[in-house]
Every structure is written in structure tokens, then in C-alpha cells.
């Protein structure tokens, strides 16, 4: 489908052929390593991908919101007042929310937008289809109103409206990653100080291949949040016990050994290990990246996956039938799911000489073995939130 024809077509429709429309784009993200991390301290390694969400948009000479949305093409035009912004259950709170800690923000919103949105990222995947909308509606909000925030602000104005406005306890990682993309790159993120570097991802004969499980993420805010909790708990612990950090990530594996007995409960205990070596796995495959070593990445990967199924719990009969699935294949350099998890993705990186029997197989065995039908997406890396141009 040509996208800015179909957006500008419908946009017509609804708002009128009146001309200063604006094109914007906010890519999904795929995390390579570093899971339930980033609220923990710690560093994740995410890049943007080139495909995500959409808007056209014009300013209105009224305080009025008018949001259409293409991949709804049923529902009505959410429409509500900048002044008067309530949650309503639907997705067009993603949008109010930003505008919301804008305002809080004390940035001044003083008109209306009309927006037609389109995206492609899929639904429910993990990979962030709801931060692209908050990060794409910041930006629109930035450059409408000439207000010179910096991306990295956005950023976190669009978590903010996740954490307060939507109720989801969400660390920085995603928003972070769909904002600050850069093409051919992941980012190296210190969620603690958001100190940040491009790292370059050349795979040379190797692809990375996003799986899709097409379980929908059934009940994953509670259970999200749940994780949140029991990482809070054994921090809570280690610090009454006067071990000197804050987060659990500021401990290497090493020094966790030597006070893990501190944690009361063990469901606590098992979260911690996992942030913990999951903090270690992502240096340690940074070092493995930078020296061509991209074996090493991919068992570590692997690892990763090992311990959000064995110590995170959060992985699920289906994200470890697609992971096993894979790490069986001829060509498989790593393995592991992506995001929150309970459903939704995983990412693999394949040897390109494999990537057709490796589909075919995986597809297959997964298909026998939770009558679900699997989709497999070849990532391109792409640049993160921008307005493409006049219309
Ligand atoms: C979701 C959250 C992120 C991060 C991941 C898990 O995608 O939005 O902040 O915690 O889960 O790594």
C-alpha cells in the first residue's frame, strides 16, 4: 500500500482539502539484549526498526483533537478538548496522555490537532507498537507548537505518560529506543544515567530475524508490573541489609553471590539473579560485538533466554516452543524472546545461507506444536521519531 496516499486520502475525507498537512513517523523496536532491565538499573541494547507508526496532521484554530486511525477503520474519530483529557479505555489514550505531561509540563498546547494515523508495526507483538504512538505524538506536539524539546525529554515525557496516565509501570527502554534510533545501529543504554552509545550492528553474512508468536499478550500489564514489585522487594532487602546500591543492576554477578542470602523471599531472589546476570550478559556481549564476535553475542542470547524462562518466568509455552524451535537449526547464531514477553516476539540472528529453511522448519514446528501460525519479519534497522516533511 502506498501509506501516504491512503493517509492523505482519508485525512482528506474527514478534515477537508485545506492544505499545511504533516508527515511524521515514529518507528517499533526490537531489543537484541538486556530484558526487565531497564527499570532495574541496568543496560539494554535496543534498536529501531524501519517500520512503525504513521501521522498526518494539521493544526486546527480550536482547542478540538480529531484522531482517525486506519488500522481502525470502523471505529469513529476519537475526538476530545486539550483541557479536558480523560482516559477512556481505547488507544487514542496514548495520545492524551502525552499531551497531558506536556501540559504538566508547563509547554503549551493552545490549538487542536487532526490526525489520520497508520501503522504497521503488528499488534500486541512486543514491539512497541504503543511507545511509537506516544514518542510520535510528542513529536508532532514539539514541532506543531515549536516548543525545541529535546528528543531525549520526549522521551521521557512519553514514559511518564505510560507510567501515570495508562497505569503501565514501563521502564525508559522503549520509548528511549523508537525516539533515539539511529540506521544499522543498536543502541547501548544506561538506564541509570541515560548515557548512551551507537554501537554499529554489521552481521556481515547474518540476519536478525524477528518471530512472531501470534499469542497475544494476555494479562501482561499485571504480570509486568508483578515483576516490577518482587525487583523492588529484593532491593528493599539487599538495602536493609546495608549493601550500598540503587538498583539491583549496580551489582556485577560476582558481588551478588556474596549477599544474595539478604533476600527474604525466594521469588524475589529468583527475579534479582535474572536482572543481575542479565546486566553482566548484555556488557559481556557488547565486549563479544566489538570484537567480531558474534558467536559469543548469540550464546549469550541463548542465555538470556534461559533465565527470563527459568528465573523471570515470563516467557511461556509458546515463546520457548519458537526458541527451541530455532536454537535447533542449522545457521542459528542466537536465540531468545524480545520485550515483556508472555507472548509476542522473539528475535533470532540467522545465517543468511539459512534463512529460508530456517523459517520454513521453525514455522513449521511451531505450527505442529501450538496450532498457532507463526509470522517472520527480516529487521531492518532503521532511524528513530522524525517528521518527514510538508505535505
Ligand atoms: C516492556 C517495557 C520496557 C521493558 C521491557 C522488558 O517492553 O515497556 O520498559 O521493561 O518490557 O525488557
Known amino acids: ?146 516548543l525545541n524539546i529535546p528528543m531525549v525529554d520526549i522521551v521521557k515525557y512519553s514514559q511518564r505518560a505510560e507510567n501515570d496516565f495508562i497505569g503501565v509501570s514501563c521502564g525508559i527502554m522503549d520509548q528511549f529506543a523508537v525516539g533515539m534510533g539511529k540506521k544499522d545501529n543498536a543502541i547501548l543504554l544506561n538506564c541509570n544515567t541515560l548515557k548512551y552509545e551507537y554501537v554499529p550492528i554489521l552481521l556481515k553474512n547474518a540476519s536478525i530475524v524477528i518471530m512472531n508468536t501470534n499469542k497475544r499478550r494476555g494479562l501482561a500489564d499485571s504480570k509486568y508490573n508483578e515483576r516490577r514489585i518482587y525487583c523492588e522487594k529484593a532491593l528493599q532487602d539487599l538495602k536493609n541489609s546495608k549493601v550500598n546500591i540503587e538498583y539491583l543492576c549496580d551489582l556485577s554477578m560476582e558481588d551478588f553471590k556474596k549477599v544474595k542470602h539478604f533476600i527474604g523471599e525466594n521469588e524475589a531472589l529468583l527475579r534479582a539473579t535474572h536482572a543481575i546476570s542479565e546486566n553482566d550478559r548484555v556488557l559481556n556481549g557488547i565486549t563479544a560485538l566489538k570484537n567480531n564476535d558474534i558467536k559469543t553475542f548469540g550464546k549469550l542470547m541463548n542465555e538470556s533466554h534461559i533465565s527470563l524462562r527459568d528465573n523471570y518466568e515470563v516467557t511461556g509455552f509458546e515463546l520457548d516452543t519458537i526458541v527451541k524451535a530455532a536454537w535447533e537449526e542449522p545457521g542459528i547464531i542466537g536465540s531468545r524472546m524480545t520485550g515483556a514477553g508472555f507472548g509476542g516476539c522473539a528475535v533470532s540472528i540467522v545465517e543468511n545461507d539459512f534463512i529460508d529453511s530456517f523459517i520454513k522448519n521453525v514455522g513449521e514446528k511451531y505450527t505442529k506444536k501450538t496450532n498457532l501460525v507463526a509470522d517472520f519479519y527480516i529487521a531492518n534497522i532503521g532511524d528513530g521519531s522524525r517528521k518527514i516533511g510538508d505535505l
Open 1 to 146: 500500500m502506498d501509506v501516504k496516499n491512503t493517509m492523505l486520502v482519508k485525512f482528506h475525507e474527514l478534515f477537508g482539502n485545506l492544505g499545511s498537512e504533516e508527515f511524521y513517523f515514529t518507528p517499533g523496536r526490537v531489543n537484541l539484549i538486556g530484558e526487565h532491565i531497564d527499570y532495574n538499573g541496568g543496560f539494554v541494547f535496543p534498536c529501531a526498526l524501519s517500520f512503525g507508526t504513521y501521522a498526518i496532521c494539521r493544526k486546527r484554530k480550536d482547542q478540538n483533537f480529531n484522531l482517525f486511525s486506519i488500522n481502525f477503520p470502523n471505529d469513529k474519530t476519537i475526538t476530545f478538548q486539550g483541557n479536558n483529557l480523560k482516559k477512556s479505555g481505547v488507544w487514542g489514550d496514548y495520545c492524551k496522555g502525552v499531551i497531558k505531561i506536556f501540559q504538566d509540563n508547563n509547554h503549551n498546547i493552545p490549538f487542536g490537532l487532526d490526525i489520520v494515523f497508520y501503522g504497521n508495526i503488528p499488534n500486541g507483538a512486543g514491539l512497541s507498537s504503543s511507545a511509537s504512538l506516544e514518542v510520535l505524538m510528542g513529536t508532532i506536539l514539539n514541532e506543531t507548537f515549536n
